[in-house]
């Protein structure tokens, strides 16, 4: 039993080509994008590829759920959440800008700080976790219609051609060592979105051949 605001998503192979190959467009055609004008449009427009978003996580390789602007327990909303129902496994997504300055600021001479944008993401997710496990066992079965879930948290802010080695490294120290509860929140830029997504189809071509 899904909460009402979920819209289930058949897997659809050629459109979701169709729709990752306009993803491919729309990040050779700025180098910059925002998430107001830019990202939340395009997501809210190709359905089949947000489902498969979730595929950067463990555990959630058949989405079969979307919500976007989902209530969490009406304290906050996430852009989107991504559901496999029969295994009751969710993930809480996050989009942030993805500019120069979306993951690190310049302060000084010393190394790049995280920045504002991406703290202020990242401290959503941890309130997202907060209010779902202070919710009743009664709350969760009306809600997910299940007394138990394993959900998780993603990030997408930023681009790779902003970044350096060393840079990365550090956002994948803190996903990796940062432990919330038990669980990750994890972090991707939207190149690496879309990498996935073309190593998935892929995938998918070799198989059917």
């Not at 994008?33 to 979730?54: C, H, M, T, V, W």
Request: charged content about 30%; aromatic content about 14%.
């Amino acid at each position: 039993m899904m909460p009402k605001s979920f819209e289930k998503i058949n897997f659809n192979f050629d459109k979701l080509k169709n729709e990752v190959r306009d993803l491919e467009k729309l990040l050779k055609s700025k180098s910059e994008l925002k998430e107001r004008r830019d990202i939340l449009p395009f997501f809210n427009e190709n359905k089949i590829l947000s489902s498969q978003i979730a595929n950067f996580l463990p555990y959630l390789d058949s989405p079969d759920s979307i919500a976007f602007e989902y209530d969490i327990f009406g304290d906050f909303v996430c852009d989107l959440a991504i559901a496999n129902s029969s295994e009751n496994v969710y993930c809480f997504l996050e989009f942030e800008d993805a500019t120069r300055h979306s993951l690190f600021k310049k302060e000084g001479k010393y190394q790049p700080a995280f920045s504002s944008r991406f703290e202020q993401g990242y401290s959503q997710i941890l309130d997202w976790f907060n209010k779902i496990e202070k919710q009743s066992l009664h709350e969760k079965q009306n809600r997910f219609g299940s007394i138990t879930i394993n959900y998780h948290g993603l990030l997408v802010i930023g681009r790779d051609k902003f970044l350096n080695q060393k840079l990365s490294n550090r956002i994948k120290w803190r996903e990796k060592n940062v432990i919330i509860n038990n669980k990750n929140v994890y972090i991707s830029t939207f190149d690496n979105i879309l990498k996935l997504l073309q190593t998935k189809i892929k995938i998918i071509e070799a198989y059917r051949r």
